[in-house]
């Protein structure tokens, strides 16, 4: 099974980016299928962005020109820029990885990393 580490979150003023990163153990990520999710305070978990790992991608209409999951195989780990930041981003944001892509994306991954904490302040 895959480790996962995200880091990268911060505080950050409206308008503002941030990358976040997930760094994955155990496993190659470009044979797995990952997402990014997060949740804000009182809200269910949202499916942010995912990636097959035939590199094909997904990003929801919230973040949609905003936000850009990429992978860098070298580093073995899965990024999220985040541009244009809004109050309504904050959240803790989560990656997850598993071989099967609809597990992914339904949040029914195997692996999960222990999430990171983003505040965008107006």
């Known amino acids: 099974q895959v480790q996962l580490v995200e880091s990268g979150g911060g505080l950050m003023q409206a308008g503002g980016s941030l990358r976040l990163s997930c760094a994955a153990s155990g496993r190659t990520l470009n044979t797995l299928n990952v997402a990014w999710f997060r949740r804000a305070p009182g809200m269910e978990r949202e499916l942010v962005a995912a990636m097959r790992n035939g590199g094909s991608t997904f990003h929801a209409g919230s973040v949609q020109g905003r936000f850009t999951i990429s992978r860098d195989n070298a580093k073995n780990t899965v990024y999220l820029q985040m541009n244009s930041l809004k109050p309504e981003d904050t959240a803790v944001y989560y990656c997850?990885?598993?071989?099967?892509?609809?597990?992914?994306?339904?949040?029914?991954?195997?692996?999960w990393g222990q999430g990171t904490q983003v505040t965008v302040s107006s």
């Open positions: 997850a990885a598993d071989l099967n892509y609809f597990a992914v994306v339904a949040g029914r991954a195997a692996s």
